[in-house]
């Protein structure tokens, strides 16, 4: 495995800090769009989910759920994996 410098490692980490940020506020913006203000609730457990695979599976299940209901139980079974 390469060598990896400290400033190259400082970059890697804000690239991913960047991409974290920009995927959580897409998650954010398909809540709203699919289910209004009353999702803006959700938006507290999008900032705590700090892996990007797991935002991007839940962004592929949320194109399946049909009521906000549905989109609150996958956050549950989220926060029950994380923890």
């Not at 974290?20 to 769009?33: S, W």
């Not at 289910?35 to 959700?42: M, R, T």
């Amino acid at each position: 495995m390469p060598h990896i410098t400290t400033a190259e490692r400082i970059g890697i980490e804000k690239g991913i800090e960047k991409s974290l940020g920009t995927v959580q506020q897409a998650l954010e913006t398909i809540l709203e769009v699919k289910f209004g203000v009353l999702a803006q609730h959700l938006n507290g457990h999008v900032a705590q989910i700090k892996n990007l695979e797991t935002l991007q599976t839940l962004i592929q299940q949320l194109k399946q759920t049909q009521s906000l209901s549905e989109a609150e139980a996958l956050f549950d079974q989220i926060e029950t994996q994380i923890h």
